[in-house]
């Protein structure tokens, strides 16, 4: 089946740094999203991507969907102790997939104070 | 505008019962879809349903399945409940429009012991 590999598994940085994180595919997607996942809670919508090549920000964050379509890449600027949590990037595939999202592994981000 | 509303928050259940969850989506979607999160395989797709109808369907066993109601609200059960079924199960809503971003509830928690 389809999967993604999100790198990294695991950040730890210091407040105030840039983040960047990638979900490669070896199938294409029609639609790349991330979310945010906090313990004890659901993953949260931060960003969606609908065409290859499109660049979208979300305040701090930043977003791309791959010119090949099959990889996409988040940019955190500036971190504070609040970005803590799992990030996710998920896939659509096809124009049926509707509400079946491939999701990635996921990456663990610290942020020491 | 109400989230989307999963109940219980937390299951513990024996081994070869079944086991009922409960989601609510976000008024006007019409669109729900279920998912299981562990932390071995992460988040899996299960099954979606659309005005009351399964719409896409994921790679688990015919123990789980789930409906939806004329209101949208829909239900998921699992019968012979296995140890490997412990797990976050989490729920997500859209329109159900091609493309449409979904939003996640908090997930109900089983335990199967």
């Known amino acids: 089946g389809q999967q993604l590999n999100q790198s990294p598994q695991s950040m730890f940085i210091q407040e105030g740094e840039d983040v960047s994180m990638n979900c490669t595919s070896s199938?294409?997607?029609?639609?790349w999203l991330w979310y945010k996942q906090d313990p004890g809670e659901g993953p949260v919508l931060l960003i969606a991507?609908?065409?290859?090549?499109e660049l979208t920000s979300n305040g701090r964050l930043t977003a791309q969907f791959g010119i090949t379509r099959k990889d996409s890449f988040l940019n955190i600027s500036a971190s504070i102790p609040s970005d803590v949590g799992i990030y996710f990037c998920?896939?659509?595939?096809?124009?049926?997939?509707?509400?079946?999202?491939?999701f990635g592994q996921g990456t663990i981000l610290t942020v020491h104070p | 505008k109400a989230g989307v509303t999963q109940t219980p928050r937390y299951l513990i259940k024996t081994r070869g019962q079944q086991v009922t969850l409960s989601c609510s989506p976000i008024s006007g979607h019409r669109s729900v879809s279920w998912y299981q999160q562990t932390p071995g395989q992460g988040l899996q797709f299960l099954f979606e349903y659309f005005s009351e109808t399964q719409r896409n369907k994921g790679n688990f066993p015919g123990r789980f399945s789930g409906r939806q109601f004329s209101n949208s609200r829909s239900e998921m059960n699992v019968s012979t409940l296995e140890l490997g079924d412990s797990a976050l199960y989490l729920c997500?809503?859209?329109?159900?429009?091609?493309?449409?971003?979904?939003?996640f509830g908090n997930g109900t928690r089983l335990t199967v012991t």
């Open positions: 199938s294409i997607f029609n639609t």
């Open positions: 998920a896939g659509r595939s096809g124009g049926t997939s509707y509400g079946k999202l491939t």
């Open positions: 991507l609908y065409k290859a090549g």
């Open positions: 997500a809503s859209s329109s159900g429009g091609v493309g449409s971003p979904l939003h």
